[in-house]
DNA sequence: TCACGTCAAGCAGAT
DNA sequence: ATCTGCTTGACGTGA
């Protein structure tokens, strides 16, 4: 089990995903702006390695119009060296990565030109985690979609779509439950028909579930990765009192965290917590994974 | 230096 | 009809 927080990290004063106008796009500034980016994305795993936080989701702006027409420029040869060099970092200290392309990716929409362009972005996010030649453990998250009125045919139209992917996209690609449409439920029959494994987001079942227990989702999940894909990942995050149902909390509630650790016995998974304050969360998580008698010290950092 | 209008992209649900 | 949320306000012009 390791620990994680997503793309920003708040402590080191530096962001990797800096990124600009449309209009003011040039090949200088793309340049300038992924080198800033990569330059910060290896400070970020720097200080998580010195913090044991071994599972960190890359942004989706470290290429900022990577899979935009304008963008003719040969980033991936350009900065090659730089993605090789950050993968060592990566494999060297057992990383977990993972990637979430954002709300404008919908791979089942009913517009030929939204799912094209889909793809084109799946396709770079691929190329992200092929140029740091990342194992096929290092994940794209993505949610099902949209339902159109129509959420069993939607997902077969996911299902269709995804047949059509290359066998590099295939090979990364999970997808999320989520907590207005396609449930952990929906997503198992998406699973049926195209094997993907099944990220759980424990936040967005408590908000739209068919009343399965953790344990009972956890089993179920386990099925659906191979060994190819690692251990399953989970994200977890807590409700911010106050605010309505699905807003995420700015600091993690150490007692519901706890408590989903218990329920989840005894199963093992990578946990990336979505929760505002980033790493610091993350450091008092693990130091609450660190005390459950299920993993040893070897097994929290493998 | 700061205020503030606007920013590539989709969809659903609330107002 | 318009706004909001999504993982996250940040960019950039004009004063």
Known sequence: MKIGYPCINWTIGCKGDRTFRLKSYSEERLIETVENNLDCLTKMLKYNID???????????????????????????????????????????????????DQFIVLNSIKTDVVKRSIAELYYHTEILDLMKLEKTSKIQLHAGGAYANKKESLIRFAENFKKLDRKIKDRLVIENDDRIFSFQDCLFLHSKTDIPLLFDVFHHSILNNKESIKNILEKQNKTWKNIDGIPM?????????FRDGSHAEKIDLKDFGSF????????????????????????????????????RKELIQ
């Open 51 to 101: 913090n044991n936080l071994l599972f960190f989701r890359i942004t989706s702006d470290l290429v900022p119009f990577a899979s935009h027409p304008i963008c003719k420029f040969n980033w991936q040869k350009y900065f090659k060296n730089k993605f090789k060099e950050i993968g060592e970092i990566i494999k060297e200290n057992n990383i977990r990565i993972s990637m979430h392309p």
């Open 261 to 296: 650790l218990k329920q989840s016995k005894p199963y093992d998974f990578d946990i990336m917590l979505e929760i505002k304050d980033k790493e610091n969360s993350a450091k008092k998580a693990l130091k609450i994974v660190e005390k459950d008698k299920r993993f040893t």
């Open 234 to 242: 989970v994200d977890y995050s807590s409700q911010k009192p106050g």
